[in-house]
């Protein structure tokens, strides 16, 4: 029976027109399943747009326009970009389609009737632009993400029983296969320890959305809207047998990948949505980091994003691919520039494949007619030839290995190794000049020399296929190998290239750029930046109204002293930082993980105008322990790092100057 390989993008929001950093996710999903398919999976690959909520409704007003003429425009633009990249996805869904609302209904109906919907009403502040309920806000206070200012609602809605789900969420985290990487698994255990109370999953107080079924002036939350899709799209709650067993097919996902902003809605609230349906659970969660562009998240409203469509017209989809999957170690923020994308075309691309696969092939045809020629045994063998043949069979070992595992960027240093080892093989064994000879001797070696610095590019080609799809296509046929989507994968080896094949037509694949395609990608964009736009958030559910506390404050000392007892109340430890990441759209904060001995804490830290965050990965700090958890833009601290400063002065860390353990308590 074959294989099935299901993977998905997120579906992105209509707020705003695509930009590189869509094209980040997107691309690395149609990488992984051009793979599979040269794998031999039945593979199907999704990807859409996510297009009601009260921000579009209001978008589409004050742009003049219906909610669906508003959010018609710009889901084209998406499915058109994605036809012009060449991205090789088998459904495009939008939630405003009639299939995916009936069988989004279906979804709420059975939670419902499994008895985990219930209807209450929630009274808080609210921001309209990032989607958000905002827990303990009041009236007049800013949003945690964006600092816009929150409004106040009052509404009856529907909430889902989230709290009933956490400890047998937390027991699914204990597979570190589910959420990748280890750094995002980290965060969202430390949210779900930190206790689960149930959210809203619809809005009473606007229209544009699914209406929850048997009570049409609610409408189905903008976010349990948008995660059906991964379902709804293959088949669920159809009532037409083939979309069922399509359901039956591909369900569960192999891969949800995501970016990291959206960790806590995929791996917390739909994996419970799921639970509470009886449904089976997604195999993998593979979060990547962000695109920095001038040091900081490319987002609408700082107006610093990239369009594709800019790269593309001046190097084409297959430079963009490379040197994001390249480039960006996935998982981690990477930073984007035009200097390093050209810089990247000209290195890896123009001096590195494609010279490799102009040099091997011209020689072939000036020496040999344009055929393959038969490498030579006994005298013209020499170990330099070994030496590449065994680097292309751990190419092709490592590659495959690396790939697996998402780390796309080693896979294809291992691969342009290869390349390499072939170049350095080819000015070391000199060609040209055995062509210019005509003895026996000479001819057998160059027989030799050309065959394996063919039979290399070959495997070179294979395994980059999946990355650089048009290029290697091109190379393929004009190494006579026909139709590359025919090749078989999991039978690449050394040694298959067939002998006496008769090349194609030989043209560049990656002609050099030259230093004005720098500033001719910078001109492009500043014409095209126009006003600044809001960008979509974090959208997150109300939670239900807390239960009422049970103690009152302690008093506090009128004159600024403690006595020992209170000081002795404070836990001190010594922590060794794991992980430090800036966290969008603060200045100030650094996210850290930091490991005290007993557990690894998320703490937040004021620190980022002091210090980089990857200085940070390995020092030991200080840290109060038993410091009660504290909510900022969005994320939980559980703990504060200890620093010195003077009024106006920068933070300096507290420090050791001998080896002190982790975990130690400070007395």
Not at 30 to 53: N, P, S
Not at 483 to 489: Q, R
Request: aromatic share 10%; proline share 5%; net charge neutral.
């Amino acid at each position: 029976m074959t294989r099935k390989f299901y993977i998905t993008t997120p579906i992105y929001y209509v707020n705003a027109r695509p930009h590189i950093g869509h094209a980040y996710t997107t691309i690395a999903c149609d990488t992984i399943a051009r793979r599979q398919r040269l794998l031999g999976a039945d593979t199907f690959f999704l990807t859409g747009t996510d297009e009601h909520g009260q921000k579009i409704e209001r978008a589409a007003e004050a742009a003049g326009k219906s909610p669906q003429q508003y959010a018609d425009e710009i889901s084209g633009e998406f499915r058109a970009l994605w036809k012009r990249m060449g991205i090789s996805n088998d459904d495009f869904i939008r939630t405003t389609e009639e299939r995916h609302k009936k069988r989004l209904q279906e979804l709420f109906r059975r939670i419902r009737d499994n008895g985990y919907i219930y209807k209450g009403t929630y009274t808080g502040q609210y921001c309209v632009s990032d989607e958000l309920y905002v827990d303990g806000a009041q009236p007049g206070d800013p949003c945690p993400i964006c600092g816009r200012i929150t409004e106040t609602v009052q509404e009856e809605n529907y909430f889902f029983k989230l709290s009933a789900f956490q400890d047998k969420l937390l027991e699914l985290y204990t597979n570190p296969d589910f959420i990748r990487p280890e750094t995002r698994r980290n965060e969202v255990i430390s949210f779900v320890r930190s206790g689960l109370r149930d959210q809203s999953i619809s809005r009473s107080t606007f229209s544009w959305g699914v209406p929850v079924p048997d009570d049409s002036k609610h409408v189905i939350y903008v976010w349990f809207d948008a995660l059906a899709n991964y379902i709804t799209a293959i088949g669920y709650g159809s009532t037409h047998a083939g979309a069922q067993e399509a359901f039956k097919k591909y369900w569960p996902a192999d891969v949800h990948m995501i970016g990291k902003e959206i960790v806590r809605f995929h791996c917390v609230y739909w994996p419970a949505f799921l639970l509470a349906a009886g449904l089976p659970l997604p195999k993998a969660i593979v979060a990547h980091g962000w695109l920095l562009f001038e040091e900081s998240k490319m987002s609408k409203s700082r107006g610093n994003i990239v369009r594709t469509e800019t790269i593309l017209d001046v190097l084409g989809a297959d430079a963009l691919r490379y040197f994001l999957l390249r480039e960006v170690v996935f998982g981690q923020d990477g930073s984007f520039s035009f200097d390093a994308l050209v810089q990247r075309y000209n290195s890896d691309l123009a001096n590195g494949i494609g010279n490799l696969a102009s040099r091997t092939l011209t020689m072939i045809n000036r020496y040999f007619k344009g055929e393959v020629p038969y490498p030579s045994p006994g005298a013209a063998k020499t170990a330099a030839d070994d030496v590449v043949a065994e680097t292309a069979r751990k190419a092709i070992r490592e590659f495959s290995t690396l790939f697996d595992q998402f780390q796309f960027s080693r896979a294809l240093e291992t691969a342009w190794g290869l390349v390499a080892t072939v170049d350095k093989y080819i000015v070391e064994n000199e060609p040209w000049s055995l062509g210019e000879k005509q003895d026996d001797e000479s001819r057998a070696r160059l027989a030799t020399v050309l065959y394996t610095s063919a039979e290399a590019l070959r495997i070179a080609t294979a395994l980059a296929h999946p990355v650089i799809p048009d290029a290697t296509a091109k190379i393929w046929q004009q190494m006579g190998l026909g139709d590359i989507k025919k090749l078989d994968l999991n039978k690449l080896a050394w040694g298959q290239l067939p002998l006496g094949t008769k090349l194609g037509d030989i043209s560049p694949v990656f002609p050099r750029a030259d230093k004005s395609a720098v500033e001719r990608m910078q001109k492009m964009e500043d014409q095209q930046r126009g006003p600044v736009v809001e960008e979509a958030k974090e959208p997150v559910a109300p939670a239900a109204p807390p239960a009422p506390p049970t103690s009152t404050p302690a008093a506090v000392a009128t004159d600024g002293k403690i006595a020992i007892d209170d000081f002795a109340k404070v836990d001190l430890r010594v922590g060794l930082v794991k992980v430090a990441e800036r966290v969008p759209k603060s200045d100030k904060l650094l996210r850290l993980e930091i490991d005290i001995g007993t557990e690894v804490r998320q703490v937040l830290a004021g620190i980022a105008e002091a210090y980089a965050p990857e200085t940070l990965v390995g020092r030991k700090v200080v840290i109060v322990a038993n410091l009660a958890p504290r909510k900022m833009r969005g994320l939980e601290s559980n703990g504060m790092i200890v620093a010195a400063s003077l009024e106006g002065g920068k933070p300096v860390l507290a420090s050791f100057l001998e080896d002190v353990p982790i975990g130690a308590r400070l007395k």
